[in-house]
């Protein structure tokens, strides 16, 4: 049973470590599709064509989307492994100082100089945990980093999954409905990702998602003012 809770535990927790990745790719993979698919929908009036183009811009996206989220989350990686050596060096070198400096940073978050003082000198008595305590009072270092590769996929797997929402219409109907229904079921989509990310956040769930509607409008818009120029020069 515990082996069981533990799973589920970590499921949950890479699932909330990865909100970002999850709800950055969802977002873009709509707004971004929905965007470029309406003017190509409105410019080209060519179903095949349209088609074509939405797959392709799912997945070069998608991969390249995945393919940044590794590169900026191994760099933060990088940048944080560099310091905590740098930290791990200087509480070698005069400990006697960082510990003064753990004792302003307790006060600073609100702790009594006594009690501060107290528990900057338990903690000086553990070199892990003065590092760790260092890393994430002073460094603002996140106890468990994220994992590159799991970053990758989330961000890959939420613009895919979520990308092809507004391409679905296109492969049953005309294309007249299709870009009604397009519009319609994605701005719905990311009215609706808007508001389950408040289960996160704790911010009112119709402002988080009319939010998303709004930006997908501009998008929207665009897509619109583009497809209709093209037509009219060509």
Request: hydrophobic share 50%; aromatic share 10%.
């Amino acid at each position: 049973m515990r082996s069981n809770a533990n799973f589920i535990h970590n499921q949950k927790s890479g699932l909330l470590d990865n909100i970002r990745e999850l709800v950055f790719g969802a977002q873009d993979g709509m707004v971004s599709t929905l965007g470029a698919l309406t003017g190509i929908a409105i410019g080209s009036n060519n179903q095949f064509f349209i088609i074509l183009s939405g797959f392709v811009i799912v997945t070069v996206e998608a991969v390249s989307m995945g393919i940044g989220s590794y590169i900026s989350t191994k760099s933060v990686r990088d940048i944080d492994k560099l310091k905590l050596e740098e930290e791990k060096s200087e509480l070698k070198k005069d400990p006697e100082r960082e510990k003064k400096e753990l004792v302003q940073i307790y006060v600073k978050e609100g702790w009594s100089l006594l009690l501060a003082e107290e528990m900057a000198l338990e903690v000086s008595k553990n070199q892990n945990l003065f590092l760790r305590e260092m890393a994430h009072r002073e460094l603002g270092i996140n106890k468990h980093p994220e994992l590159p590769l799991r970053s990758a996929f989330f961000m890959f797997f939420s613009y895919v999954v979520w990308g092809f929402i507004p391409v679905l219409p296109y492969l049953f109907l005309p294309i007249s409905s299709a870009i009604i229904l397009s519009i319609g079921v994605t701005l719905i989509s990311l009215f609706f990702l808007g508001s389950m990310t408040t289960k996160f956040t704790k911010r009112l769930w119709w402002k988080a998602g009319i939010e998303m509607f709004l930006i997908a409008s501009i998008a929207v818009v665009v897509g619109l003012i583009v497809g209709n120029a093209v037509n009219f020069l060509l």
